[in-house]
């Protein structure tokens, strides 16, 4: 839709859902998605790249909109306005964290849709001078990569993963997400026979980045074995704070197993 902006609708009642879509609709916004967990929110988001996300607070998912939306901004640059029914001190105090764009409290009206979103997408374009480009991750780029991409919680669970993960774990997507990294992804020191540290829970206790090059061999949940190198670092928000374990997997060529059996 070029020259439309585009919202994502983030929102597990369906009422109010449709009601979002008919109101940014019938004012020249373009809808790109209506999902209703916040871990479906972090793949669509990835998946449709939206000028703004509408997210409620309070989802169904295992990920609440809250920290959906902390990621979606700090990892894809895309403002978030929340909504919500609740607006007390708590929520506040967790909502900040994710730097929303705005708050808007329900029951609410198509104006007050509408001016928040103007505001927020303002403001938006204005705060995008002072980024710093070199650390924005290109999400075009990553979803069509031939390389596997994973990035986890600070807990070790699975909040994205581009296709080419998803086929080299052979696992849909919904099947992996918000999973332990550790129960999908098994890997065996290929010398020792001995299964390799979750690299994801290394990176975070130790909060540094993790190599592992040689030997390292992937166990799919279908049994099946690939070489391969990866790297896992610490993702990080605005803040310096650890937010997530990014982890970049690449399957090694004929010739490079080869030549690391003859090391």
């Not at 001078?129 to 780029?141: C, E, G, P, T, V």
């Not at 052979?170 to 890997?187: G, Q, R, S, T, Y």
């Not at 004929?254 to 003859?262: F, V």
Request: charged share 25%; aromatic share 6%; net charge neutral.
């Amino acid at each position: 839709m070029p020259g439309v902006i585009t919202i994502l609708i983030v929102e597990d009642d369906e009422i109010i859902s449709n009601l979002i879509s008919v109101i940014l609709e019938k004012k020249g916004y373009g809808v790109v998605g209506k999902v209703v967990t916040g871990e479906e929110a972090i793949m669509k988001a990835a998946e449709v790249l939206p000028d703004l996300v509408l997210m409620d607070i309070n989802l169904a998912g295992v990920l609440d909109g809250i920290t959906a939306a902390r990621y979606i901004y700090a990892i894809f640059r895309i403002p978030v306005i929340f909504l919500t029914g609740q607006c007390d001190d708590t929520i506040l105090s967790r909502a900040k964290v994710a730097e929303p764009y705005g708050f808007i409290i329900k029951p609410f009206n198509a104006n007050e849709i509408v001016s928040n979103i103007e505001i927020a997408l303002y403001n938006h374009n204005m705060r995008k001078r002072f980024y710093d480009k070199a650390s924005l991750w290109d999400i075009k780029k990553i979803m069509a990569a031939l390389d596997p991409v994973i990035i986890t919680d600070v807990r070790g669970r699975i909040i994205f993963l581009n296709p080419y993960a998803c086929r080299l774990l052979d696992i849909p997507e919904k099947e992996a997400l918000v999973k332990p990294l550790k129960n999908i992804m098994i890997l065996v020191n290929k010398q020792t026979g001995e299964r390799i540290n979750d690299p994801a829970l290394d990176v975070i206790r130790d909060k540094i980045v993790v190599n592992y090059e040689l030997n390292t061999v992937l166990v799919s949940l279908s049994n099946k074995k690939r070489f391969v190198s990866l790297t896992a670092r610490p993702v990080k928000d605005d803040k310096n704070e650890m937010i997530g374990v990014s982890i970049h997997i690449r399957e090694k060529t004929p010739t490079e197993i080869k030549m690391a059996e003859k090391i």
